[in-house]
């Protein structure tokens, strides 16, 4: 069994809480997770100073769990920051194996310089593809901020990767148990054969949508079961938001989706 927490879209420098922060270091720190996954937009400009500023935090994280990942989103390669990001954060890529729990996570860069829009390109699907062909370890994730599948109520704007096909064909071929996403603040999930597309809110920000929370994903994954707990990073409450066992799931939609709310809708009446 590997229990992740997945936190996203910090985006320090702009509507960034420092007390959701403290909370979420509070609960790895009594929750003990394998690992922790930071799905991007770390700052929100992608400033030097912003990023200067964000190391005391990212110490904190570190320190709270040892096994941290960290990929860059669209917000932190604003203004060119991606040389940035790799001067005080790390590598835009990276992978982390934990061999005692059977899983290895490979987190890439979908950022762009200065754009929104997201993309693997094809040398990162290659070198994706290179860490799970030379691997037999059981539990195979993989980490980037772009959306692989658009998800809806969740803003029109460059959301979904140009080159999307391509990473969803990787994921049936390589039977990736979990892809994990941030981008539109929007905790959601699909499945798609083995695979489970799991998408969080902004962890410590408050630039939710509707009437979401800030919130994160606390993940138990075993042997293809999954149990995915979506964590309010105001109140530490957790509410089931995915739960797949012996390859049925249940998703548990914490919110009306666009078309729920047009079909409730008197304006549409003829
Ligand atoms: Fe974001």
């Given at each position: ?22 909370n979420?270091?509070?609960y ?207 109140n530490l409450l ?33």
């Amino acid at each position: 069994m590997v229990n992740i927490i997945q936190i996203s879209d910090m985006h320090y420098g702009s509507e960034f809480s420092d007390e959701y922060f403290n909370n979420i270091i509070q609960y790895i720190k009594k929750n003990h997770p394998d690992a922790v996954v930071l799905s991007g937009d770390i700052v929100h400009k992608g400033r030097y100073g912003q990023y200067q500023n964000f190391i005391p935090y990212l110490e904190k994280l570190k320190e709270a769990s040892p096994n941290f990942l960290v990929i860059p989103g669209n917000h932190d390669a604003k203004n060119n920051g991606l040389v940035f990001f790799e001067k005080f954060v790390g590598p835009r890529r990276s992978k982390l194996t934990l061999d005692n729990k059977n899983t290895i996570i490979v987190g890439v860069c979908s950022a762009k310089d200065d754009i929104s829009q997201g993309e693997i390109g094809d040398e990162q699907l290659d070198w994706i593809g290179r860490q799970f062909l030379s691997c037999s370890l059981e539990n195979r994730i993989i980490a980037l901020h772009h959306h692989a599948i658009a998800v809806p109520y969740s803003g029109r704007k460059q959301a979904t990767l140009v080159d999307a096909g391509e990473l969803i064909e990787l994921t049936q071929l390589f039977e990736i148990d979990l892809v994990i996403m941030g981008h539109k603040h929007i905790p959601h999930a699909y499945v798609i054969g083995p695979t489970t597309f799991l998408y969080c809110g902004t962890t410590t920000s408050n630039k939710v949508r509707a009437d979401e929370s800030p919130s994160f994903n606390h993940i138990i994954l075993e042997k293809g079961d999954l149990e995915v707990q979506m964590v309010n990073s105001v109140n530490l409450l957790p509410s089931l938001l995915l739960e797949r066992k012996e390859g049925r799931t249940r998703f548990v939609r914490p919110r009306r989706t666009r078309l729920e709310h047009l079909l409730k809708s008197d304006v549409w009446d003829d």
